[in-house]
């Protein structure tokens, strides 16, 4: 059994969210073993205590200190499964930075994760809510995942099935919200991967590039060349990515609205409508705009950023008049994408 590790009291959570929010931790503490884990889970003092797991904070939204227990994990090895000639199977640590895993793979030559590249956070956050982007999603190359149950200490694996995986969304964001610790996450990636230049922004960028057949280094790299150009680095201003999600609207409320607003862009989503936000946020103005230090991105309205000081509620507050202002013009209503902790 490993030691346990220092555990901290009212402690500063600014450098772990990329928000940039200055909240307490009541505890916090940093885990590398899972025995670790259990054994801290096990200790009378927390067992009370609401828990939160912090991977790399690039989805949370602290409004208040958080009176409980925060728990960091810093497992970040991998190790290889299974090897063909086609596939490869992998399980990563819950605490792997999510990017580097993905430049790791790339460089292997192993596909599948590469448009998904330079997404903040962790291994163990990405399958919480599905992470994606260019045209994929982490579904596409999950397989199972290990997590420790919080009441009883127990290892649980959860297949793909069992994850209940939808857009920005699964099983534990819902029904099993805060009751699980993911610890790792086992991913398979192909050898000879066909990449996918199906979303607009990229295969734009390829062809700009002059590049026809791209491999995964490629696609990674227009990925990467995109979202410097339109999202912040949370090392230069507090952010959290997309702070809501595309509504996703039925066809008849999407028909009326498309009397209204012929020229909203729009995607099919099943048998329903998804619409960006960022449009619906842009056309009501909020773009660039910025209220004490709280504000609207200039070069990409669905991201929320913190100039500074702002505090959660200020966010909170800014996010609010936001919805308020699009439920007015178009009757949608905007929901977080971000996990906010009050
Ligand atoms: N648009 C505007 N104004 C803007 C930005 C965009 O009108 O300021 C419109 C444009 O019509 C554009 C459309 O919105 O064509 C879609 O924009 P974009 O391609 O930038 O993607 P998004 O829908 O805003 C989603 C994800 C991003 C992901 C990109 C690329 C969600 C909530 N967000 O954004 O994910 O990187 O697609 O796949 O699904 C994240 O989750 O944190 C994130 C950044």
């Not at 580097?100 to 994760?113: T, Y």
């Not at 099983?171 to 919200?177: P, R």
């Amino acid at each position: 059994m490993s030691d346990l590790p220092t555990i901290y009291e009212h402690f500063d959570l600014t450098d772990h969210n990329t928000m940039g929010i200055s909240a307490q931790a009541r505890y916090f503490v940093s885990i590398e073993y899972v025995d670790q884990l259990q054994a801290l889970l096990k200790k009378p003092q927390f067992l009370e205590l609401p828990k939160l797991m912090l991977g790399g904070g690039s989805n949370v939204l602290f409004v208040d200190d958080f009176e409980g227990l925060v728990i960091h994990l810093e497992n970040s090895e991998y190790r290889v499964d299974k090897e063909t000639e086609e596939e490869i199977v992998i399980t990563v640590g819950a605490g792997k930075n999510w990017h580097e895993l993905v430049l790791d793979c790339v460089e292997k030559g192993w596909g599948g994760i590469e448009n998904l590249s330079l997404i903040p956070g962790s291994m163990g956050a990405a399958p919480i809510q599905n992470i994606g982007a260019y045209g994929v999603e982490l579904e596409e190359v999950f397989m199972h995942l290990r997590a420790v149950h919080i009441e009883t200490g127990e290892i649980r694996v959860f297949d793909k099935e069992q994850c209940l995986f939808g857009y920005r969304n699964s099983i534990f964001k819902n029904e099993l919200k805060g009751q699980n610790i993911i610890t790792d996450v086992t991913l398979k990636l192909r050898k000879h991967h066909e990449v996918n230049t199906s979303y607009r922004a990229l295969s734009d960028k390829l062809a700009e590039k002059g590049i026809k057949d791209p491999n995964i280094k490629q696609v990674s790299d227009a990925v990467i060349e995109i979202r410097q150009s339109k999202l912040p680095d949370p090392a230069d201003i507090g952010n959290t990515g997309s702070f809501f999600k595309n509504p996703v609207i039925s066809k008849d409320n999407f028909n009326k609205l498309q009397g209204e607003f012929p020229e909203i862009p729009h995607y099919p989503a099943g048998n329903k409508i998804k619409i960006p936000a960022a449009w619906l946020i842009d056309q009501c103005g909020w773009k660039g705009k910025r209220v004490g230090d709280a504000g609207v991105h200039k070069m990409q309205a669905l991201v929320i950023v913190n100039y500074g000081s702002a505090t959660g509620e200020d966010i909170m507050s800014l996010a609010k008049k936001i919805q308020n202002s699009v439920k007015k013009k178009f009757g949608v209503e905007l929901i977080p994408e971000v996990n906010i902790i009050e």
